[in-house]
């Protein structure tokens, strides 16, 4: 059963749609395998996929913070949650990271995994080098095809980067990434891509940066992602201090695998309120 306190994904379903969808819901699902912190989520249009993106921490481990800094792919780890929604074939279902080459298409991801061992029997979890690290993602936008999707844009907050996802079957990891790291305006220490929306054609992303109060446009129609423009936004009374100081909150880069910030845990300068256990 699923514990009163540990629901990470809730489902109702009412024919009737509406109000009464949410007063008297006619079937209900929950889900506990979706990680710690859920940032955003975004549903084809067909219903029957939903793709979030968050982290999955570990609290549960008793260790030393020594081997907890170790941990493959950091303590926290940066997610996308691939959830089939088809109500008419079974419960909502997270789907499972990849298990090779034409393993399930648009398998979860652990997006600092690097999954190219994944032909050797018991293969231990790999990290991606520093330079490919992918921390804190906090929103994405589809490209829908058909009754799928063609690609996915993702923003990686404590990164800096905004990245391009293309579902792969003949890569480890069901996916092509492709990442283009965010230069700071000037004055300030991070950019930090919060939010984005793809056009109608999907060849273009428009990034909000919250960290240095900037919206970004990125060409996506390539297979790498490259910025059009970056336009300051209204006037910004921030001290130049805390502009200056935000990277050390909020800066992945910071950490010696480049896969977790203060932030990972602090969301937002508050806490994510889970309780580890340190020898």
């Known amino acids: 059963g699923v514990g009163d306190h540990d629901v990470d994904l809730f489902v109702s379903t009412n024919s009737a749609g509406g109000i009464a969808a949410l007063n008297a819901p006619t079937d209900k699902f929950a889900l506990q395998d979706l990680g710690t912190t859920h940032s955003n989520f975004a549903v084809h249009s067909n219903n029957k996929l939903m793709y979030v993106v968050g982290m999955r921490s570990t609290p549960e481990i008793e260790t030393d913070e020594v081997a907890v800094g170790a941990l493959p792919t950091g303590f926290t780890q940066s997610w996308l949650w691939v959830v089939d929604l088809d109500q008419a074939t079974a ?39 520093s330079a490919a690290a992918l921390s804190q993602p906090t929103d994405l ?38 990442s283009l790291e965010l230069t700071p305006l000037a004055g300030y220490s991070m950019a930090g891509p919060r939010s984005v929306v793809v056009n109608d054609s999907g060849t273009i992303a428009y990034v909000s940066c919250s960290l240095d109060n900037s919206l970004r446009v990125i060409d996506i129609s390539g297979l790498v992602p490259s910025q059009v423009a970056a336009l300051p936004l209204l006037a910004d009374d921030t001290p130049a201090i805390v502009r200056a100081g935000r990277e050390f909150l909020y800066g992945a880069k910071h950490s010696g695998n480049g896969m977790v910030s203060c932030s990972s845990c602090h969301i937002d300068g508050h806490t994510d309120a889970l309780a580890w256990s340190l020898n």
């Open 91 to 129: 419960e909502p279902a997270t789907r499972s990271e990849s298990t090779g080459f034409y393993s399930s298409p648009q398998p979860s991801i652990n997006l600092n995994r690097d999954y190219q061992n994944l032909w050797q029997a018991n293969p231990e979890v790999l990290e991606v080098g």
């Open 141 to 178: 936008a589809l490209i829908e095809s058909g009754n799928s999707i063609s690609r996915l844009v993702l923003t990686a907050f404590s990164s800096d980067k905004v990245s391009v996802l293309t579902p792969d079957r003949f890569t480890m990891s069901g996916w092509q990434i492709h």
